[in-house]
């Protein structure tokens, strides 16, 4: 993801839990007593009733009076600008702002955390728990921002619980979507706002394989969405051929394939065929939670080719605990069933 000039809006897929946003809070509800964790399962009538008791919740303040750990600082932003490739000149020079998109990362924790967490946003996460709902995954967040953040400046923050959804069912299981709003204050003025969605759900049972029943068919992998602006990238791979899109008005390329450029704007486009040559910039090693079609643990990096562009795709060559950022790769292709070839990156030992 790159951030751009500052904009007033934002999505980001979901980094990292904290609550947020700051309302006058109305009166806390009692805390949070245990239910029977059998209470996932139960009629619509019990789950209405349970859902009313989570709505008593909204409102409630998260956070009260949080202030981050530092002030809005150079160093920060050079990092985070050089972990996301963005060299936009307004986050440099004397008169440099932050990317908007670093909007929760100045009221974040750390490895410490914060001590200013209200006790309403830890009776919801009890009742939850005593309800089976055990199990979280981040969703997603939306950001606004209203004024950019300079060097120097102090960040505050309040946050408050703004909504629990019903019941929902998904793949990963039964449960409720919560979400929370953060203000962000910079030196006393509204910044921006940060809202953080999770799902608090029970597990799904898996299906369990019967003794003497034939062994399932094993899962395909996820299939990519083809369209129009990205059909010659996977017609290349087809052919063994990784493409990169090239400007053809200021020669930028550009990584994944998009129908304008992002440097100048222009929809005019060539391509050029990779190298094959590479190192690991970034990586992962998926363990849990398991995907159907995927053997975990396995590595999964962010490769930065001779090109200059970074591609994401599975290590191979090595094992996953042998990755190392720096590492060189070389592209091949791997055959992953009768219908989908992808392109991975072996991996060289060390």
């Known amino acids: 993801m790159t951030a751009d000039a500052p904009d007033r809006t934002g999505r980001t897929p979901a980094p990292h839990p904290s609550p947020g946003t700051g309302q006058a809070p109305p009166t806390a509800p009692a805390p949070a007593t245990a239910l029977p964790r059998a209470e996932a399962a139960r009629p619509a009538d019990d789950a209405a009733h349970f859902h009313a008791r989570l709505r008593t919740f909204e409102g409630l303040p998260a956070v009260t009076g949080g202030r981050g750990k530092d002030a809005v600082n150079r160093p920060m932003i050079r990092h985070w600008c050089e972990a996301m490739g963005d060299a936009h000149p307004a986050y440099t020079g004397p008169d440099a702002i932050a990317p908007p998109t670093m909007l929760q990362a100045w009221t974040m924790g750390g490895l410490c955390g914060h001590t200013d967490r209200s006790t309403a946003y830890d009776d919801l996460s009890a009742l939850l728990d005593a309800a089976g709902f055990t199990s979280v995954v981040a969703t997603d967040c939306e950001q606004e921002y209203l004024r950019p953040l300079r060097p120097g400046e102090t960040v505050t923050f309040d946050a408050v619980i703004e909504s629990v959804s019903a019941r929902k069912t998904t793949r990963l299981g039964t449960g409720h979507f919560v979400t929370t709003r953060m203000n962000v204050q910079a030196d006393g003025a509204l910044a921006g706002t940060h809202r953080f969605r999770i799902l608090r759900y029970a597990p799904a049972a898996r299906p369990r394989q019967e003794p003497g029943a034939p062994a399932r068919p094993r899962a395909q992998r996820p299939r990519p969405v083809i369209n129009r602006d990205n059909r010659g990238f996977w017609d290349g791979v087809r052919d063994h051929r990784l493409l990169i899109q090239r400007c053809t008005s200021c020669a930028t390329l550009r990584f994944p394939w998009l129908p304008g450029c992002n ?19 970034s990586y992962v090693v998926m363990h849990h939670p398991p995907f159907p ?3 975990p643990p396995y590595a999964v990096a962010l490769v930065e080719l001779a090109e200059g562009v970074r591609v994401v795709g599975n290590i191979t060559g090595v094992p996953y605990d042998k990755v190392r950022i720096g590492q060189p790769v070389r592209l091949e292709f791997t055959r992953v069933d009768d219908e989908l070839e992808l392109p991975v990156f072996r991996g060289s030992a060390e």
């Open 263 to 281: 440097a100048c704007a222009s929809p005019d486009w060539d391509t050029v065929e990779a190298s094959g040559s590479g190192t690991v910039f």
């Open 293 to 295: 079609a995927f053997d």
